[in-house]
């Protein structure tokens, strides 16, 4: 079974802060993806890569950055934790280019930013 | 780039049926949906990939209508355990590295 591996499951940080989100897959996939989640608003896309040092932006990529500098982990970093960063963020991964292979999800990460 | 979903939520009693529908803006290649129950990771549920293709998972099925760029998710029968948030994730012909975008969700509940 894949396994997709989200360092924390919640993590409390303070405004202003730098924020590394860590997600690491066991299965050798070339696709990495950051969705956000907030009630009402569904999954909406922060990040996508495609390789390892590959990205390309999502809907909602203000305010954050990626790093993919192998290829079984992908980094969400918040360069200045803000208020309205508080969400669940989930981190997914699947073998590359357009096939029909699913998406297999971490667990997800709790952020709250105070 | 988000789909469309519609409805935004269900309320059934058990046995009786749903239809969620999600729509696109962009020529597609393929469909997914997912369930996400709650305090839990989205599951997979199915992939469409041709026009007109329809898939089953259990009494829930799907179809893929290309040239609408819609797809429509049936859940016939409905059981408890069907209760959850419902995501489509069409993916565009011009995404060919694999990238995806999710709607907004379908939240189903099924009482007894």
């Known amino acids: 079974d894949v396994k997709v591996t989200q360092s924390s499951r919640y993590l409390v940080k303070r405004t202003g802060e730098k924020v590394f989100l860590e997600c690491v897959q066991d299965?050798?996939?070339?696709?990495m993806f950051w969705y956000r989640q907030d009630p009402g608003l569904g999954l909406r896309l922060i990040y996508f890569s495609y390789d390892v040092k590959m990205k390309e932006k999502g809907d909602i990529p203000e305010g954050y950055s990626v790093s993919r500098e192998k290829k079984e982990r992908f980094s969400l970093i918040l360069e200045s934790a803000s208020t309205n960063q508080t969400s669940m963020y989930l981190c997914?991964?699947?073998?590359?280019?357009?096939?029909?292979?699913?998406?297999?999800f971490g667990n997800g990460t709790r952020l709250t930013v105070t | 780039q988000q789909p469309v979903q519609s409805p935004q939520a269900v309320i059934l009693r058990e046995g009786e049926d749903a239809v969620i529908n999600c729509s696109s803006s962009?020529?597609?290649?393929?469909v997914h949906w997912y369930r996400q129950k709650h305090g839990e990771a989205p599951v997979f549920l199915m992939i469409l990939l041709k026009g007109g293709e329809q898939k089953g998972h259990d009494k829930i099925s799907a179809s893929f209508n290309e040239k609408k760029q819609q797809s429509s998710l049936y859940l016939t029968a409905s059981q408890l355990s069907y209760s959850g948030t419902y995501f489509c994730?069409?993916?565009?012909?011009?995404?060919?590295?694999?990238?995806?975008?999710f709607g907004r969700g379908t939240q189903l509940t099924v009482w007894p």
């Open positions: 962009k020529a597609l290649y393929s």
């Open positions: 997914a991964s699947r073998p590359g280019g357009p096939n029909n292979s699913p998406l297999h």
């Open positions: 299965m050798d996939h070339e696709n």
């Open positions: 994730g069409p993916q565009d012909r011009g995404s060919t590295l694999g990238r995806l975008y």
